[in-house]
T-cell receptor
């Protein structure tokens, strides 16, 4: 089955700086890679996703890159703001199998 | 759109009792819903896949007789924790996708979660 590893587990940045979270996956058949943001005590919310036929996708301050050969994908947040502070989960999916990374707790210091 | 409602948001029960958690898709039909368990500061662990009109598919290590799942309609799935024990205390979250037939290969919308405390 799929195995997803996520790094780092915690990340602290200064407001305005960029944040990068990286994930690797094991199943080369995985073809859908969503990222979820979970604020304390709340439900995970999809923030961006990418499919295997695309190498990069951007939505305002958030971007995701995918390297299928290396089987890793990354989340990039630019110009971070305090409200970006949350736990971020990556996931990899193929057909009926979706696995989540362990999560990254991002703290943006004002 | 694509709202998933979960109820209750929190529940406290005594050891040995059963607790039912509901997950509803409010504005779409979901043939498949997913149930997760989340421990503090940890990731979402898939427990089972709930299939409308058929038996749920449980992940390895999840006791199907303890975590009963019923998906009686296209908008409602329930998770019943039977004979609850303190170690069952956790945050339970459901999710569903409005994309028909896409399985897990599509964006998921999550419920607000249920914090279960077993005393």
């Amino acid at each position: 089955g799929e195995n997803v590893e996520q790094h780092p587990s915690t990340l602290s940045v200064q407001e305005g700086d960029s944040a990068v979270i990286k994930c690797t996956y094991s199943d080369s058949a995985s073809n859908y890679f969503p990222w979820y943001k979970q604020e304390l005590g709340k439900r995970p919310q999809l923030i961006i996703d990418i499919r295997s036929n695309v190498g990069e996708k951007k939505d305002q301050r958030i971007a995701v890159t995918l390297n299928k050969t290396a089987k890793h994908f990354s989340l990039h947040i630019t110009e971070t703001q305090p409200e970006d502070s949350a736990v971020y989960f990556c996931a990899a999916s193929w057909g009926n199998d979706m696995r989540f990374g362990a999560g990254t707790r991002l703290t943006v210091k004002p | 759109g694509a709202v998933v409602s979960q109820h209750p948001s929190w529940v406290i029960c005594k050891s040995g009792t059963s607790v039912k958690i509901e997950c509803r898709s409010l504005d779409f039909q979901a043939t498949t819903m997913f149930w997760y368990r989340q421990f503090p500061k940890q990731s979402l662990m898939l427990m089972a896949t709930s299939n409308e009109g058929s038996k749920a598919t449980y992940e390895q290590g999840v006791e199907k007789d303890k975590f009963l799942i019923n998906h009686a309609s296209l908008t409602l799935s329930t998770l019943t924790v039977t004979s609850a024990h303190p170690e069952d205390s956790s945050f339970y979250i459901c999710s569903a996708s409005p994309v028909s037939g896409a399985g897990r290969n599509s964006p998921l919308h999550f419920g607000n979660g249920t914090r279960l405390t077993v005393t």
